[in-house]
């Protein structure tokens, strides 16, 4: 059974460095082929691609953001690690952790609530 | 502004049927049969419906179908529930480190 769990601070002041951590179960990110991205979605909006490890540690993220971003991997603990520089009130989000099989997101995390203030 | 483009709303009465549009461009939608189809009641997250197009996981009612013309992927949903409420996403495979890209969702009302 595959399952993932975002954890991290509800709440950050600006120009502070989030850190989210996705903690998950039922697979191995060092299988050929797995990988793991985050997405977020402010409340009310659409959802965003932020950043991608794959089982290789190749990472890759969002043009708009990849200055601010960096995204890791902790096999043995079975966690995929982001981080967030400088974050401001527009990074208030729903921030999501999912599995990628193919090219879908077979199963996502609960999701949790990051407000900024200022 | 998504890479894909959706209705932002559409409805339907229960029973009836309603389909949601995704067009993309040649360089995702159209090429590749990598298109995805997620439901988002409210307050929760993504759950995957539909992949590579018209593929259902295990779960998922065969009410809710996909296809695909040209650029554009769509998602059909039947026989319309009350449950079916929601916000619906589609992805598609983009040759870029990108990876797959999103449509900006459309929010199904069940009149």
């Known amino acids: 059974q595959v399952t993932l769990k975002e954890s991290g601070p509800a709440l950050v002041k600006s120009g502070q460095t989030l850190t989210l951590t996705c903690t998950f179960s039922?697979?191995?990110?060092?299988?050929?082929?797995?990988?793991v991205s985050w997405i977020r979605q402010p409340p009310g909006k659409a959802l965003e691609w932020l950043a991608r490890?794959?089982?290789?540690?190749?990472?890759f993220y969002s043009t708009s953001l990849k200055t601010r971003l960096s995204i890791s991997k902790n096999t043995s603990k079975n966690q995929v690690v982001l981080t967030m520089t400088n974050m401001d009130p527009v990074d208030t989000a729903t921030y999501y952790c999912?599995?990628?099989?193919?090219?879908?997101?077979?199963?996502w995390g609960q999701g949790t609530l990051v407000t900024v203030s200022s | 502004q998504s890479a894909l483009t959706q209705p932002p709303s559409v409805s339907g009465s229960p029973g009836q049927s309603v389909t949601i549009s995704c067009t993309g461009t040649?360089?995702?939608?159209?090429?590749?049969?990598?298109v995805s189809w997620y439901q988002q009641p409210p307050g929760t997250a993504p759950k995957l419906i539909i992949y590579?197009?018209?593929y259902r996981p295990s779960g998922v009612p065969d009410r809710f179908s996909g296809s695909k013309s040209g650029n554009t992927a769509s998602l059909t949903i039947s026989g319309l529930q009350a449950e079916d409420e929601a916000d619906y996403y589609c992805?598609?495979?983009?040759?870029?480190?990108?990876?797959?890209?999103f449509g900006g969702g459309t929010k199904l009302t069940v009149l």
């Open positions: 999912a599995r990628i099989k193919g090219a879908a997101y077979d199963f």
């Open positions: 039922g697979f191995s990110i060092t299988t050929s082929g797995m990988r």
């Open positions: 490890i794959d089982w290789d540690d190749d990472k």
């Open positions: 040649s360089s995702d939608v159209g090429t590749y049969n990598r």
């Open positions: 590579d197009v018209s």
């Open positions: 992805s598609s495979y983009i040759s870029s480190s990108i990876f797959v890209v």
